[in-house]
T-cell receptor, first 112, second 114 residues
Framework: DTGVSQNPRHKITKRGQNVTFRCDPI?????LYWYRQTLGQGPEFLTY????????KSRLLSDRFSAERPKGSFSTLEIQRTEQGDSAMYLC??????????FGPGTRLTVT | AQTVTQSQPEMSVQEAETVTLSCTYD???????LFWYKQPPSRQMILVIR??????QNATENRFSVNFQKAAKSFSLKISDSQLGDAAMYFC???????????FGKGITLSVRP
């Protein structure tokens, strides 16, 4: 297994456009997490899935954000009507139950 | 809710020397885990070391060790025999609760002088 993968690695979009990111977790991991990291800060929790169920969402996750994990495998994070404040690194992590979280390389979003 | 504080934004160490990175945390949970993650420039975050709160013995992983002071809610990372490859941003993190979400500190940038 090659670890957690994320695509795309970089995304530049214009304000108001929609973007979607994908995360492929380690295959046997049933939990998947999304975090957001802005420059010079630590990652902040956004949401997490256990299998296909989304069990918690942070207040940081506005109505413009939606995440899915169909069939409990890969996950997508969509941001609608992007704003400049959405510019950040979006990190995905996976774990087996409450075990160690393994992070992907992240998707860097730049909203112009 | 839990908080993690890393008050030192930057530190520098001479190659082959020892450096200690500080971290304090606060949580009302009795069952929690503490971690140090390393994030090299433009590279993904990797786990350096973990500590279970119920264990009194400090965790050690090769050149990395922690000083876990539960009563003081302190969790520092000691890097021995520092190497150039240790240069990175280091994050302290706390994991609590059934949802197992990580709460991170702001991180510290470690530079290693040759």
């Amino acid at each position: 297994d090659t670890g957690v993968s994320q695509n795309p690695r970089h995304k530049i979009t214009k304000r108001g456009q929609n973007v979607t990111f994908r995360c492929d977790p380690i295959s046997e991991h049933n939990r998947l997490y999304w975090y957001r990291q802005t420059l010079g800060q630590g990652p902040e929790f956004l949401t997490y899935f256990q299998n296909e169920a989304q069990l918690e969402k942070s207040r940081l996750l506005s109505d413009r954000f939606s995440a899915e994990r169909p069939k409990g495998s890969f996950s997508t994070l969509e941001i609608q009507r992007t704003e400049q404040g959405d510019s950040a690194m979006y990190l995905c992590a996976s774990s087996l139950w409450a075990g160690e979280q393994y992070f992907g390389p992240g998707t860097r979003l730049t909203v112009t | 809710a839990q908080t993690v504080t890393q008050s030192q934004p930057e530190m520098s160490v001479q190659e082959a020397e020892t450096v200690t990175l500080s971290c304090t945390y606060d949580t009302s949970e009795s069952d929690y885990y503490l971690f140090w993650y390393k994030q090299p420039p433009s590279r993904q975050m990797i786990l350096v070391i973990r500590q279970e709160a119920y264990k009194q013995q400090n965790a050690t992983e090769n050149r990395f060790s922690v000083n876990f002071q539960k009563a003081a809610k302190s969790f520092s990372l000691k890097i021995s025999d520092s190497q150039l490859g240790d240069a990175a941003m280091y994050f302290c993190a706390c994991l609590t609760g059934a949802n197992s979400k990580l709460t991170f500190g702001k991180g510290i940038t470690l530079s290693v002088r040759p």
